[in-house]
């Protein structure tokens, strides 16, 4: 089954797109290898660069693209939604560029798509406020 962003974005919470994009990897797992250098230079292109920012203005720089879960204070990254290939790299593949293949995301968002462990994003689940929540003498 090949995932897309018009198949992910149809989902409402940030929990379902998770489980969507889930991939289930694991850590160190080895993806380019010795010519991840080449995937570097991909990444620094002006064609990337591009699609980068067209992407992060299309999900209005939130997580995921949910609009509770705008990314502050962190880095922003752009996940390719089907994992890109030394030979998508090498034979410039249409899934490097293509939008709907791509989603923004929080670094910890990213790791767990690839490693597939979502008790790392307990951390990220915005704060239910309550009145009076900061001031411990006024409950």
Request: charged share 30%; glycine share 6%.
């Amino acid at each position: 089954m090949i995932k897309t962003y018009s198949e992910m974005i149809a989902l409402t919470t940030y929990e379902e797109r998770f489980r969507y994009l889930k991939l289930g990897g694991t850590v160190g797992e080895e993806t380019f290898g010795c010519h991840r250098y080449l995937n570097q230079i991909f990444y620094k292109s002006p064609e990337w660069q591009r699609v980068r920012d067209i992407v992060i203005i299309r999900d209005s720089g939130c997580d995921l693209g949910c609009p509770d879960r705008e990314i502050r204070g962190q880095k922003v990254l752009i996940h390719h939604i089907e994992p890109i290939t030394l030979a998508d790299i090498q034979n410039r593949s249409e899934k490097l560029l293509d939008p709907e293949n791509l989603i923004t995301v929080t670094k910890r968002t990213h790791d767990a798509i690839h490693y597939g462990d979502e008790s790392i994003l307990m951390a990220t689940m915005p704060i239910e406020r309550t009145p009076n929540d900061t001031c411990p003498w006024r409950r």
